[in-house]
């Protein structure tokens, strides 16, 4: 039965000489999960935000937009704000009350509920989610995925036949990620609630989906099953998705000599196929188990740039030590990358190493002449102008720039990181992958020393995670250190030189990514699950290519 439909739909930003979404036509059954993927900017928030009438954007729009027949627009308030809900990509951004309880109770107190029906709701859902330990505790205190999953549970209260969610994994570890797609997946499958989750990290949704609707430019490039969408794109038919695969697929894909000919059935999604696949193709093959990588390594000689000596940090004096004689070192030219669980104290830490808090005890030393420069969270707190072009332009004059270096700075930014198109735009209009590489933007015309980045992927496509991945070695090359806070396991696992894992305080595992990674069990990538048995170190797919005996190449 159908649920959403949308037909001929486009729209158009104030002031905007193009489409962001541009005559979109599809159709959602009720029950579908759906999972909406394109690069940064190709209009899926927006999308999402027509969907949930309260948050349309304005601008101008034509086309049509049906909730079971009806126009979405004449639906009455009460049945719009509780059949389809919404959580957003930031915890923070969807949290209105003080603490855990009020913040669940706040959405069907404003529909009226009777008091009964809401305790009710209340007993079920936090049995559901396991939140009934949290409360009473101040949502301040959350990590950032038990924020997540109280924003879910606040939405589900009101039990909305459709749920949108933009991509709502992207602040979470890779534990709590997994969880909360395995929430979702119940939802689902036992309750029938209409799922459209907007992606850039499809390792978990991908095999969940019924359909996959990818945007480009605000245009809808295809519409198709997981498997059949993965078919077009090793046939060449969609060669822009195929970073968007899970690496399953993708690994398939780039062993089979003729992708075109695979039957979409035989294409492998999660990692449990990947490795069936994997058994057959490797039986009477003499694998090359074991095999050593090259890693990219820093001299042993390198300067020590930044020095954490046994820091303990915490925010009330009588409260816990977010952080407990926690030691580490940042080299010159170096690329380490810090993980950890949601509320581990990363962020904690990297504000510590800025000099933004100071320890109780330990202490931080920064070479003499060295500088850090610190790109936050959350995007928006850098923010002060009406247009990109005036936040880098305010950025390159407080950096002392000259106006023509400033220039010359800006213009090769805006290339890497492709802003020319949104260089008028006001900053809080840009999608999230846009903000974080604007905020990065202004912060590299800083030209610190030291770099430390808190989530630099978050809400990134993969083509822009690429893209700065090039700028990050670029950089390296230059002697700059680089330090980030992640919970993108792939992009550390490729790019980074050095891995560490914080965890009850301190640095519990360092070492280089394929060290750090073959020897774990979540906190590792895809292709490390399929492969282990054959090639312990790969975490790749370049991994396995280089390292695979030429033998195996038969599908």
């Known amino acids: 039965m159908e649920i959403l439909k949308a037909q001929q739909l486009s729209f158009r930003y104030p002031e905007e000489d193009r489409d962001t979404l541009h005559e979109l036509s599809f159709v959602i059954e009720e029950g579908e999960f759906v999972v909406l993927c394109g690069p940064s900017g190709s209009g899926k928030t927006t999308l ?41 990509q930031n915890p923070d951004a969807q949290i209105v009350m003080d603490t855990v309880w009020h913040e669940l109770a706040f959405s069907m107190e404003n529909l009226g509920l009777p008091p009964a029906v809401m305790r009710t709701r209340l007993a079920e859902i936090c049995g559901l989610f396991g939140l009934e330990p949290l409360l009473y505790r101040p949502v301040h205190e959350l990590s950032g995925g038990q924020k997540q999953l109280m924003n879910l549970a606040s939405v589900l209260l009101l039990q909305p036949k459709v749920l949108l969610l933009d991509e709502p994994t992207s602040q979470l570890d890779p534990v709590a990620a997994r969880e909360f797609i395995m929430a979702l997946q119940r939802l689902n499958e036992e309750m029938a609630v209409t799922v459209i989750i907007s992606e850039h990290r499809l390792e978990e949704v991908l095999p969940l989906a019924d359909r996959v609707l990818m945007l480009e430019d605000g245009k ?47 294409i492998p999604l999660t990692v449990r196929e990947g490795r069936r696949w994997l058994h057959a193709l490797m ?80 202490r931080i030393e920064l070479a003499k002449g060295k500088t850090t420069g610190l790109l936050a969270q959350n995007p928006l707190l850098y923010f002060s102008y009406d247009t990109v ?67 630099p992927t978050k809400g990134l496509d993969p083509a822009a995670k690429d893209r700065l991945a090039a700028l990050l070695q670029q950089l390296r090359g230059q002697g700059i250190s680089i330090l980030i806070v992640t919970h ?54 370049e991994d396995v290519i280089r390292t695979w005996p030429a033998s195996a190449y038969r599908c």
């Open 48 to 88: 999402l935000r027509h969907l949930k009438r309260e948050l349309t954007p304005v601008g101008s729009s034509s086309g049509t937009l049906t909730y079971k027949g009806q126009p979405l627009s004449g639906l009455p308030a009460a049945v719009a704000a509780g059949e389809i809900g919404m959580v957003f």
């Open 283 to 362: 039986a009477g093959t003499d694998a090359a188990a074991g095999a050593e990588l090259v890693n990219n390594l820093n001299s042993p000689a390198a300067e020590t740039l930044l020095t954490c000596r046994e820091v303990t940090f915490r925010y009330e004096k009588e409260g816990r030590e977010v952080l407990r004689k926690l030691s580490l070192t940042l080299k010159q030219g170096e690329f380490l990358a810090v993980m950890g669980g949601n509320g581990a104290g990363k962020s904690t830490l990297l504000h510590v190493m800025n000099g933004l808090m100071k320890p109780q005890r330990g």
């Open 220 to 266: 809808l490039l295809a519409d198709a099953a997981p498997r059949l969408f993965a078919r077009q794109t090793g046939s060449g038919a969609l060669t822009s998705a195929g970073r968007y695969l899970p690496a399953a697929s993708r690994l398939y894909l780039s062993l089979a000599p003729e992708a075109d000919s695979v039957a979409p059935e035989n």
């Open 389 to 455: 072009a005036e936040e880098l332009q305010h950025m390159g004059s407080y950096a002392g720039l000259t106006p023509e270096a400033a220039a010359s700075e800006i213009e090769a930014l805006l290339a890497v990181f492709q802003l020319r198109e949104v260089l008028q735009s006001h900053p809080h209009d840009l999608s999230g992958g846009q903000q974080q590489q604007t905020a990065l933007a202004m912060m590299l015309l800083m030209k610190p020393d030291i770099l430390l980045l808190d989530e």
């Open 488 to 541: 993108d396991v792939e992009f550390a696992a490729k790019h980074a030189s050095r891995c560490a894992l914080l965890f009850d305080g301190g640095i519990t595992a360092e070492g280089t990514p394929a060290e750090f990674f073959s020897s774990n069990y979540f906190y590792t990538t895809a292709v490390n699950r399929i492969v282990r048995d054959w090639l312990p170190q790969a975490l790749t797919i």
